[in-house]
């Protein structure tokens, strides 16, 4: 198993095999791509103040004064209250502010009046999450990528035991499953709970298919996979997102129309094929064997008599058995690399995409604009790695990515600075994993990815204590990340690794 990819060098890196696997696998990814960043709109929360009733006993020339009160206005206007006028003050001839200091504030009674300029109905409208229950809205999204979290462990277990199909296909179906649940939740609990499924899904299935077509595909076609169409095309499924709520502006609709991505790829199970290099893995050499052959007619060339001898694949399959979970995390390698970058990067990545919220214009263009900066970043990089290891391309990508930003302009190049860090952050950690939990180490890596990814939602009220506050904090977890990139082993054009044993150590 030392040279594995020398046991199935005949089949070539380009061949009409290897790019049926290629195009299958990056379509595949797109309702990954289409449903990550789905918490913009469905929990926007668009511009609302309290609602007036006809028959309120205000002046109606003082309402319009003031009223209607945006979100995030000054204390003095709080869109979370109303004010009720002293009978003994008059109105007339007064400007605003002179009023208001005569006022007495009282809660919003009669609910809230919410702007239908971009969202006809989100679910922060139809539930009132607002005001007292404003709190419930980034726990939602919390709630989302702890599903996320959850999924990634799962997904990684049934890959690495039962195979890298069963957990692709069991992650699309939950995916696309509970997109369509969501839509007809009765309250912010069931909604909570739904999402929470849809969670599990999103994440889980995009990292088997990271690792599957890492496995299969070997040389540049594999280097392609992983750092230009697999990443473009998932792109693609958020580009997709934008369209579709700009199309469908109420939220159940587009819960629906989230789940038809997942439905339309279930299909692709006859088409996909299994890991020959994770069978081989579990000691199930005749199926690796039989798939590749196979692949060889596919090609039009030739298999050798014997692909793999039965020996090595025997001592393999002995060292696959003994490998768990606990072993992962008590490897120095694994903790490491969890710990330095994935949680930083995600952090940095999901808090820039949240801010989306607070950018000025259509959320809908600017949504659009902040995923399709990501393409080329993932070309940027693919070029630059073939000058750079990357260890230390990923250090020289981070470091423009945490820069504070109130402008459009600034996100999109932090955001792109990120971006090229997370793609060869990717391909680097799948090169630094044994095949035996390739798919373990890697959902584990997104499972703490998706403790930063938790905590987004609520970097952005770290305002309140300072304007620049979040964006401070985005700056140290990239420049760390940078630093740490240092005592990384290296991986460039060397063979990966097979079992724990062969894993390189952290650089002293």
Known sequence: M????????????????????????????IPCGYNILSVIFLLAIPPH???????????????????????????????????????????????????????????????????????????????????????????????????GLCGCFI??????????????????????????????????LVFTVLFFIMGVGQIGCFIVIFVLGSEILIGPTRFLFSQLGLPSVYVCGMLLLSGTAHLFRNWRYLSLAMAAPGLAFIPFWWLVPESPRWLVSRGRFQEAESLLR????????EAPPVIFLSTNVRALNLKAESVSFLDLLRT??????????????????FGLSFDMSNLSGNPYLNNFLLSVVEIPAFAATAMLLGCFPPPDLTA????????????????????????????????????????????????????????????????????????????ILVAFLSFLAALLCIFLPETFRRPMPDTIQQMQRIRQ
């Not at 046991?7 to 299958?24: D, E, K, M």
């Not at 869109?79 to 208001?100: A, F, I, M």
């Not at 049934?158 to 839509?183: M, N, Q, T, Y």
């Not at 694994?334 to 952090?347: C, G, H, P, Q």
């Open 49 to 147: 103040h309290c609602h007036i009733p006809a028959s309120s006993n205000l002046s109606q020339d003082w309402i319009q004064a003031s009223i209607p009160v945006q979100v995030r206005a000054g204390p003095e206007r709080s869109s979370c209250s109303r004010y009720s006028l002293d009978v003994n003050q008059s109105v007339l001839g007064w400007s605003p502010e002179v009023v208001l200091s005569g006022l007495q504030q009282e809660g919003c009674r009669d609910g809230w009046t919410y702007s239908t300029e971009y969202y006809q109905s989100t679910v922060v409208t139809e539930f009132d999450l607002v005001c007292g229950n404003e709190w419930k809205q980034p726990l939602t999204s919390l709630v989302y990528f702890l599903g």
């Open 294 to 301: 196979l692949a060889a007619l596919e090609n039009r060339v």
């Open 155 to 188: 997904s990684g277990q049934i890959s690495d035991r039962f195979g890298r199909k069963p957990a692709l296909f069991g992650s699309i179906a939950i995916l696309s499953i509970f997109s369509a649940a969501v839509s007809w939740a009765s309250s912010w």
């Open 332 to 349: 120095k390698n694994i903790r490491n690399i969890t710990l330095m970058l994935w949680f930083s990067m995600n952090v940095c990545y």
């Open 396 to 471: 020289l990508l981070l470091l423009p990515a945490g820069h504070p930003t109130l402008t459009l302009v600034l996100v999109l190049l932090g955001k792109f600075g990120v971006l090229a860090g997370i793609s060869v952050l990717y391909m680097y950690t799948g090169e630094l994993f044994p095949t035996v939990v390739r798919n373990t180490a890697m959902s584990s890596c997104a499972m703490f990815a998706r403790v930063g990814s938790s905590l987004s939602p609520f970097l952005l009220h770290l305002a309140v204590f300072g304007q620049f506050l979040p964006w």
């Open 2 to 29: 030392q040279n594995y990819e020398e046991s199935v060098s005949f089949l070539g890196t380009s061949g009409p095999f290897q790019r049926r696997v290629f195009v299958l696998l990056c379509l595949t990814s």
